[in-house]
């Protein structure tokens, strides 16, 4: 069935872009954390 391939982007960008935010906020976390530790 076409519906199903045509579906599957729509649904899987979503939690591309939410792992890309949570990974750019992971590393603002680590690197403020590092930073800390430093000084």
């Not at 045509?6 to 590393?27: C, D, F």
Request: charged share 15%.
């Amino acid at each position: 069935s076409p519906a199903l391939p045509a579906r599957r982007p729509l649904k899987g960008a979503p939690s591309l872009h939410k792992a890309a935010t949570e990974a750019v906020i992971h590393y603002k976390i680590t690197f403020t954390l590092n930073v800390i530790v430093i000084f």
